[in-house]
């Protein structure tokens, strides 16, 4: 390890930065002094200009790619070698506004139905269902599964962020099923070591090739897990339009974006007709 890259990564440490968010920027700043065939911290801002014009002119990276290696870039300048630029010399591109491409419910069931055997039936129908993101899913507990209150406990979300989401009846009932034949201990979806079952959280890639293979079986267009978790905020916004009024202007604002994993006025109307929390989530005699 460098000196550069070990005094960069001490610095996204101390302030905690998730480990995805290191990795991402330890590799932008990589690839800058690749662009150079130079040491990063012998550029100046004359080469992060050019630098930014290439990547946007040869078309390489999207925008909001881009806007990412360019905060990578700013941190390790100003941050790490405490370089005081200005924030002209390292601009955030422009990132178009799109849209995400939402299935039907008819599709979202074909979906779902052509899902490989029970586990990775279960894994869509999660997506779909809450609305979480493909990390989420991926750290899920047994015990984060509230079936009293019927609430779903996500630990750590995008920004080290607590919450709760919904859990549909039908949701329930198949975890039910699920639970019964997987028997899992602590992880809600356990991997594997060795190709044999373990105590362990599965990887990005496990649950990747579930919903592209059912999105081939089903012939659906959109094969990302993304689309499924789209979809199920974009049913939870049209479910919860009659509690908005409950919600002051600017969260009302904010959860009508079809990229929202989860709105408060749906966390709102499920606490509001919950009993009383539990001691024991996901009881066993439940299961």
């Excluded at 609430?151 to 989401?165: A, E, M, T």
């Excluded at 997987?182 to 044999?196: A, D, E, I, K, S």
């Amino acid at each position: 390890m460098t000196h550069c890259r070990r005094i960069m990564l001490e610095e996204l440490q101390r302030r905690n930065f998730s480990p995805t968010t290191v990795r991402s920027y330890l590799y932008a700043v990589e690839r800058f002094a690749r662009h150079f065939k130079c040491r990063p911290d012998r550029l100046n801002q004359t080469h992060l200009r050019s630098y930014q014009a290439y990547l946007l002119r040869t078309g390489q990276l999207q925008p909001k790619t881009v806007r990412l290696h360019v905060s990578a870039l700013r941190f390790f300048f100003v941050k790490t070698l405490r370089r005081r630029y200005l924030l002209d010399d390292t601009p955030y591109p422009k990132a178009p506004q799109r849209l995400p491409s939402i299935l039907s419910v008819e599709e979202m069931a074909r979906l779902i139905e052509a899902a490989d055997g029970l586990y990775h039936r279960t894994m869509v129908m999660m997506l779909y269902s809450t609305g979480i993101r493909s990390a989420e899913l991926l750290q899920l507990q047994v015990a984060d599964i509230d079936s009293r209150r019927m609430l779903i406990h996500i630990r750590q979300g995008k920004g080290g962020r607590d919450r709760y989401v919904p859990l549909s009846p039908t949701l329930l009932a198949t975890l039910r099923v699920y639970y019964r034949w997987m028997r899992p201990q602590t992880w809600l979806f356990p991997g594997t070591v060795h190709n044999w079952r373990a105590d362990k959280p599965i990887t990005k890639r496990v649950l990747w090739d579930a919903v592209v293979n059912a999105a081939k079986r089903a012939g659906s267009p959109l094969a990302l897990s993304s689309s499924a978790r789209t979809c199920g905020a974009a049913r939870s916004i049209t479910r919860a339009t009659r509690f908005t009024s409950m919600l002051p202007p600017e969260t009302i604002a904010t959860t009508r974006r079809p990229s929202r994993p989860f709105t408060l006025c749906c966390m709102r109307a499920a606490t509001e007709t919950a009993p009383a929390p539990s001691t024991t989530v996901f009881s066993r005699s439940s299961r």
